[in-house]
């Protein structure tokens, strides 16, 4: 199966941004971010790079912040290492499907509590 060209360059932009975040930003107020994914417009020109934080909420405003200052200079790194006609306008989004999968894992965790525990006082 081939993928269309704009997934492709897509997941480039993703490794770029991993790196880039992590060796060329010296921002001390940048938490631990994991670049979960990249969507990037048919035309290549609008890139949504989905991240996640490690950390409390406060560790995730400041990443976030961090993230908003630094945009220009990702956007330009981004602009050097893969050759487009257009860099892509990259844009920031924090990605909750890690908090989500753990909230539905704790609901099922005290389903399954609740439902042994009604197993046990019925015998």
Excluded: C, N, W
Aim: net charge positive.
């Amino acid at each position: 199966m081939q993928y269309k060209r704009s997934s492709r360059i897509g997941d480039q932009i993703r490794k770029d941004v991993s790196e880039i975040i992590l060796h060329g930003l010296k921002d001390p107020k940048l938490g631990f971010i994991t670049v979960i994914d990249v969507e990037l417009t048919d035309d290549l020109r609008y890139a949504k790079i989905f991240y996640t934080v490690l950390g409390d909420e406060k560790a995730k405003k400041e990443s976030q912040q961090g993230l908003k200052r630094a945009k220009g200079y990702i956007q330009r790194e981004i602009g050097k290492r893969i050759r487009l006609k257009h860099t892509p306008e990259i844009s920031f989004k924090y990605d909750h499907t890690i908090e989500k999968a753990e909230r539905i894992e704790q609901l099922l965790k005290q389903v399954q509590k609740t439902s042994r525990i009604e197993d046990e006082g019925e015998i």
